[in-house]
Structure formats: C-alpha cells, structure tokens
C-alpha cells in the first residue's frame, strides 16, 4: 500500500459534492438562524428577543431604538397592539411567556430617542392621503418615514382630535404623545378639510393617493381592494379595511410597500418578500429553564427583571455540544455552505481546508441536532472530495497514515491459535490498544484462549479506520481488501473487538460476524484478577460506540460486576463527545484537539473510565486519571502517556514476544551496529514535531554510508539530514565513542536542491 | 538575469562542510514543494553542494509556505 502526496498545486480538477438540491436539502435542517416564536408571530417583524436582551442590559435606548424601526407611532401601537407575540412564547408551555408589550411600553418611557436626522433623500413621488383615521395615520407616518412628500387631508381640527378619533380607548398621555409625533413627523396636514372632497379637488395633483377605507367607499361604494397589497387597481387608489391597532398598522406596512412599488411603475404585488407573522422552524431545548412567572413591570428595574426571564430562544444544541463548533465560532447551516463553497474553488486559497479536517466526524451533533444534522458525514464527503480532486494535503494526516501502514505492515501479526488449524473467534484489539496497553492486550488474549472453546486467532493491526477518517477511500479499500484476506485465510472466524470504533468499522464488512470484547466478557465473566478502581469514576462512552446501545449497556453492566461506582455525567451515551483523537483531529489541528479533550473532561471531576484505549490516552494527557475497562478486567496498566516512538515500540515489541512465546517463531532485529543516546528535552522535543526515533536511525545510517554532514562552529554540534519519502529530517547530533547522542531533530516537507 | 531569492543566509564561516574538509558559502538553491519553486540563497558547500536549511527556517518560512501551498 502507498501514500501518495499531491502532484502539483497546478491541478484545477473539480467535482461538485452536493447537487444544489441536496445541499439546500441538507442546509434546511439547520434551524439556527429561524426566527424565535415572538419574532416569527409579529406581522411588524419586532426583533422581540433582541430587545428584551437590550432592556435585560439595560439599554433602553436601543431598545426603543428597535422598537421605533417598527411603527412611527410607538406609543399609539403599544398601547393598543394585540400581542400575538405573547402567546407564542416559548416560556408560555413551562409557565408565563414574556410580557412583551410592557416591555414595548418600558423602552418607550425608559429609553431615548436618538435623533438621526434621515439619510435618505426626499423622493418626488407626491402622495395625498384622505381621511384620518388609524389606517392613514400609520400609513402617512410610514410614508414621511420613507421620505414621500405626504399630504393628509382629515376631517379633525388638529393633531390631539385626530389621536381622539383614532384611539379613544387610550390615556391621554397616549393620545398627547400620537400628537406630538404627528407633529414632529414631515407631513403636510390640511385640518377640517372634507376627504371626500378633497380627494375630487385635489387627488390629480398627486402622482399617488390614498384614503382611509371608509372614505374610499364613500367615493367608490363598489369597490373591493387587494387586501394582500392594500390597493384597489381599478381606482388607482391605496386603501383597504384594517381591523384594530396591529392590524392598521400591519395594513399601513402593506400600503406602504405598494406605495413603493407604484412610485416605481411596478405592479404592487411585485417582488414584497415575505410579509407578515411567519411559521418558524426554530427548536428551542429547555432543558434546565425553570419555570417562572411574569414580573409586573413598574420601572426600569422591574422590567429589567422582567427580561431577563427571556431565554434568548435560538437553536444551538450542537455548538454546546462540541468544542469543534465552539472553536470556529460557527453553526451546521453555515459551515456547509462554506466547506462547499471551499470544495468549489479550482485555484487559490482553500481557507476551509482546516475545519474541514479538524472535525472528528463523531457523529454528536447528529444525535444532539432536533433534525439530526450530521456535520461529520458533511466533513467526511468533503475529505474524499478533496482526495478525488487531488486537493488534500497529504501533511496533515501522513503521518497518522504512515502509522496505520506501521501497523498492517511491520507490526502486523495474524496468526489461528497454536495447535488449531480452523478458529472459532479472532480477537482484534485495534492498534491503540497494542500501541498504548500491549500488557493489558496480551493478558486479554490470553484470558481469551484460556477460557473460550474453539480456539482464538489473533490479528494485531488497524482496521482502517484511520485511512477512512483521513478520506483516502482507495487506500480504505485495499485496507479492507487486505483485512478480508487475512480473516478468510483464518476461515472467517467471529471477530472480538477489542475497540468500539474497529466494531463499528468491522462491521461495514459484510459477511463477519462480530463481537465486543466486552459482550464476551459479559457471556463468560471476569477473570479472578478484575478488580474495581478505588474512587467512583465517570464514565465516558467512546464515539465509536454512538449508535451501538448493546456496546453500551454491555460496558456499563461489566463495571457493575467489576464493582465499579459509575458516576453519570451529562452527554453520557449516546450524546457523548469525541475525546479529540476522533476524525484525526488530534493529528490535524492539536488546538481544536486539546479543547475537545478538555470538554470531555469538564463533565466530571473523578477519574475517568472509558473503553477506547484513545480516550484513555488523551485523558491522561490532560493529566486526569484514567482507566481502560480493561485494564481492570486484567489487572494490568497501560503505558503511561507514550510517546510516538513509544507507541511503535509496543506495536512491535508486541508482536515480536507474542510469536516467539506462542508460535515459536523468531524474529530477527537488525542490528543497528552503533548507539543513540538522546540529550535531556531531545526525545520530548521529537514527539512534539511528530519525528520517530527510526527517523533520526534511518538519518544517522544515511550519514554513515555517506558521510554527508556539516559542523556547526557557534554550537559545537554537527547536522546531517536525509530524504525519507516526503519529508526532510535534520539530525543536530555529538559523535560519541560507539555511536551518537542527538540533541534535536526537525524536519520539513520542501525539498531543498542545488541551483546554477 | 537579476535572480529574485526568496531567502538569504551567509554562513559566515561558522560552517564546515564534514566530508568535503571546507568551510560552506553563501550559495545558490532551491525550494520545491508540490510542483513549485523558490530560488533562495543558502549555505553550500563549494565541493559537493550539500544545501544547509537551519533549524529557524525550516520550522519558520519554509514551514508557513508548506502551509500555504498545501492549502492551494
Ligand atoms: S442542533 Fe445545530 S445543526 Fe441542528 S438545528 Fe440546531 S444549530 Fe442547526
Ligand atoms: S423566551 Fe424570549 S426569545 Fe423566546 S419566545 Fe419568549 S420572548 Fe421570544
Ligand atoms: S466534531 Fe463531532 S459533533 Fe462536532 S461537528 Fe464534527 S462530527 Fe459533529
Ligand atoms: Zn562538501
């Protein structure tokens, strides 16, 4: 099997990853961005929540500021608006919804206005309004506000009479205020005038009219308006019947967008977008939201209290759940449409490249999203994408691929049971397990052959989960190919798993039959050597076991007999979240790795139980306790936070023990015919950049057949290098008696050539 | 031609060539990374042309124009 790093970056191949049906399909899942229930009831399109969060702050200014977007008459309409809003609320199905129209009401006698005097230039359509009444009073309030020159010709004899006409219901703080606003407003009125009349006289001086609806009948005693646009075509008139104060003021809006289009020649219903209370999709989790009743709003203190109540309804499930989304500061909805926007581009800068490689395709958010959005599988399709195209970097996963090669190569080992021709099982515990735990991996097989009948193959290697992460479906095909091969050469015996994630992987395999380790442990119970950790510990289920209900509630029954007391953490089960090595995240982006680590952790304060030897490994880098289930089924210890080199050396030392103790087969190990010996921080300083000790041996061999190597007189230490594949490796070493000792190590992936 | 170098280091004599017995000098190279090429100026060896990349450039420029390629 082989890598293969891109040819060129000159490589404009393409291939679109979604139809843009199914993209849109996929984008309409997401509900982040859909309007809370208050915003979607009100036909004005109040941004309620934004508003209650500004008067939670106590920005009543800005609060009034977005209330006043809405209506020219804010005091007319609060006191008077029906408040569908209020109903929907999402605090009404635990208790009282927000009392959104008193609130209205505290930002307008909190907050003050700021007086922007209007950008806008005043337009030349000339517009003449007949009759006073709620309709034409909003309408000739939205009209000056959109800087028509506004006529109104009303019956009243001023400002204070005609808010008497049209709210006598209301204060006359109310009605004072309307007044003022009229007044303040740019509009030309005519008091005392006949409408009727006035409209035969004078509408011909105005390139649009409208009248109030009992003035149009009155005019035209036939006539039915387009109630949707608020306009009678055949009259050239805009009117319509309104009922109360929100629904005048909705009809003004709709008159008001007419307006619009008829100074424009268009025909009204042209082009409106959406107008009007909505559905919205939102989910809202109200999980931890208690209940609550309304707080009675006398001053500003008590309406701040008041909303605060407000809980900022808006979807973001997933983003709570996982520190990937948390990182980018981002949703499902637009990260899609920006890793397919990345897909899309032939040549320049794939600014997505990154979080399209730092998912670790867990599989979370599709548990946790209401509509199930699986940003993984998103992430996923994008790799293979990339690698299709030729546009996937082979640095930030080679590494982690070499290792899988390392593993179905050199330190592959697949061996039926000394003495049996034909096996009944073969256990399988994952290149983690042999690479981080090879006593508990050997005590494991051993316990297995002892106590089950049939006999027990062995398979040390990867199940091809790592190529599959990295994209590389080709490679994920020869792997499967070659996985097949070696279990049909053992007469595809039943696979025990000693990982969640190679089950799963398995499992894609048809025609295997498979098991857990932890299944056959629950069949045969434990051996005598199983004994319960000393604390309550938490348990974190692995993401490879998302979706595996039998994997689960098999670990948890095996730590109950093991005597364990497991403590329930939140996102426990199915909900839990990758441990940051998932998706090789831990390869590709340590940042968004270390932080999904964290997240996993900040569930519990106990030690931490978990049955994937890669959860087990991060844990314990971050410097919790941390326990594989099976290394308390066996009594044995996993290594303590092994270094890369490490984790080789177990893989092979492994294999090389178990074939000579079990098999009787000798392995010969080169000599290397010299020794390395490492200055303090050198070894630490190779794991930190990713370079093995047999990179540094293959370096100091080429130097010893070539002799290439230059002394550095500042440091006193000399440099060689050599070409390993892709990758340049430089070595700052002492020549000492019998071989060398290295001080450090770096590398990089240019090649680096002489020139003319 | 006026070459246009990406990078220039002077050894300054502080560098010996292990094979070759001399010291290195200032010296004409070339970086290539998946299909393409930076003229840079590094310490050479005048004998059998071993190229020197230092530890700071390999883990700084060079490093963040990998970066930059690989994301093309
Ligand atoms: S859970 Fe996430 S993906 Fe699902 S609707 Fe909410 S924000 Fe969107
Ligand atoms: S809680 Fe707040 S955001 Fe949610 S529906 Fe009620 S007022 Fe609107
Ligand atoms: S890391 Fe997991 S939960 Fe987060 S987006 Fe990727 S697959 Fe979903
Ligand atoms: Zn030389």
């Keep these: ?756 | 031609m006026a070459d246009k170098n990406y990078y220039t280091i002077d050894p300054e004599g502080k560098l010996t060539c292990m094979k070759c017995r001399c010291a290195l000098e200032k010296g004409k190279a070339k970086f290539l990374y998946l299909d393409n090429g930076f003229p840079v100026e590094l310490p050479v060896c005048p004998q059998c042309g071993f190229v020197y990349v230092p530890e700071e450039l390999a883990l700084g420029k060079v490093l963040s124009v990998e970066k930059a390629l690989e994301d093309k």
């Design chain 1, 1 to 756: 099997m082989k890598i293969e790093e891109r040819a060129s970056t000159h490589v404009y191949r393409q291939k679109r990853m979604f139809t843009k049906e199914e993209l849109e399909a996929r984008e309409r899942l997401c509900v982040h961005e859909q309007p809370p229930y208050c915003n979607a009831a009100c036909p004005l399109k109040l941004d309620v929540k934004t508003m209650t969060a500004a008067i939670a702050g106590g920005d009543f200014d800005k609060a009034l500021g977005l209330y006043e977007k809405i209506t020219p008459f804010p005091h007319l309409l609060s006191a008077g608006c029906e408040a569908p809003c209020e109903g929907k609320c999402k605090l009404c199905s635990l208790g009282e919804g927000i009392a959104i129209r008193e609130l209205e009401r505290a930002a307008i006698a909190y907050g003050s206005r700021t007086r922007s005097r209007s950008l806008l230039r005043k337009k030349n359509t000339k517009i003449g309004i007949f009759g006073g009444d709620l309709f034409t009073l909003f309408l000739a309030g939205e009209l000056a506000k959109k800087r028509y020159p506004v006529s109104l010709f009303c019956s009243q004899t001023d400002g204070d009479a005609l808010a008497a006409s049209c709210a006598p219901d209301f204060s006359e703080a109310v009605r004072t205020a309307t007044a003022r606003t009229l007044s303040n407003l740019d509009i030309e009125v005519f008091w005392n005038t006949d409408p009727s009349q006035a409209y035969r006289q004078h509408s011909c001086q105005f390139d649009l009219t409208a009248a109030a609806f009992s003035v149009a009948r009155q005019l035209f005693p036939e006539i039915v308006p387009d109630e949707a646009v608020m306009v009678s075509r055949e009259h050239h008139l805009i009117t319509g019947p309104t009922q109360g104060v929100l629904g005048a003021a909705f009809g003004a809006k709709k008159a008001a967008l007419s307006a619009d289009r008829l100074a424009q020649h268009l025909d009204p219903s042209n082009t409106r977008g959406e107008e009007g209370s909505v559905e919205t999709r939102l989910y809202t989790d109200l999980e931890g939201v208690l209940p609550s009743l309304r707080i009675a709003v006398s001053g500003p203190d008590s309406a701040k209290a008041e909303a605060l109540r407000c809980i900022q309804c808006q979807c973001d499930v997933c983003i709570r759940g996982c520190a990937y989304l948390r990182h980018y500061q981002t949703f499902p909805r637009l990260l899609t449409r920006e890793i397919y926007n990345n897909v899309s581009i032939i040549m320049g800068d794939h600014m997505m490249n990154k979080p399209i490689n730092a998912c670790s395709l867990c599989g979370q958010c599709s548990v946790l999203c209401p509509n199930g959005y699986d940003m993984g599988e998103i992430c996923h399709i994008a790799r293979q994408n990339m690698v299709t195209t030729g546009k996937m970097p082979l640095a930030p996963h080679e590494f982690a691929l070499m290792d899988m090669l390392f593993s179905n190569e050199e330190a592959f080992l697949c061996r039926p049971q000394p003495g049996h021709q034909q096996c009944r099982y073969v256990f399988f515990p994952g290149c983690q397990a042999a690479a981080i735990a090879p006593a508990t991996v050997r005590a494991a097989y051993l316990d297995l052959c002892r106590r089950l009948e049939g006999g027990i193959a062995l398979i040390l290697g990867c199940c091809g989960a790592i190529c599959d992460w990295a994209g590389r479906y080709e490679l994920y095909d020869q792997t499967a190919a070659f996985l097949d091969n070696a279990l049909a050469q053992l007469g595809n015996p039943k696979i025990i798993a000693g990982c969640p994630t190679c089950k799963k992987e398995l499992s894609s395999h048809p025609g295997l039959e498979i098991a857990g380790i932890w299944e056959i442990l629950e069949q045969i119970g434990l051996p005598e050597k199983a004994h319960p950790p000393a604390r309550p510990v938490a348990l974190h289920d692995a993401c490879g076991a998302r979706g595996d209900p039998r994997t689960q509630r098999s670990i948890r029954t095996l730590a109950q007999k093991l005597g364990c007391h497991v403590v329930d953490t939140p996102y426990s089960g199915d909900q839990s979240p990758c441990c940051g090595y998932g998706g090789l995240t831990q390869y590709t982006n340590r940042e968004v790795a270390k932080k999904m680590t964290e997240a996993c952790l900040e569930r519990s304060d106990l030690p931490y139980l978990s049955y994937c030897m890669a959860c087990r490994d991060r844990f314990a880098r971050e410097g919790r306790e941390s326990m594989h289930l099976l290394e308390l089924v066996y009594g044995t210890s996993a290594d303590h936070c092994p270094d890369i080199s490490a984790k080789r050396f177990n893989r092979l030392r492994l294999k090389q023990e178990l074939l000579k103790e079990y098999w009787h087969e000798e392995v010969d190990t080169v000599q290397l015919g010299f020794t390395i010996r490492y200055a303090p921080g050198a070894e630490a300083l190779m794991d930190e950049r990713m370079i093995l000790k047999s990179d540094v041996i293959a370096v100091l061999q080429h130097l010893r057949s070539t002799g290439e190597a230059i002394a550095d007189a500042d440091t006193g230490l000399c440099i060689t290098r050599a070409r390993l594949g892709n990758v340049t490796f430089w070595v700052k070493y002492q020549e000492t008696e019998d071989g060398y000792l290295v001080f450090s190590a770096y590398s990089h992936r240019m090649n680096v050539v002489n020139r003319q």
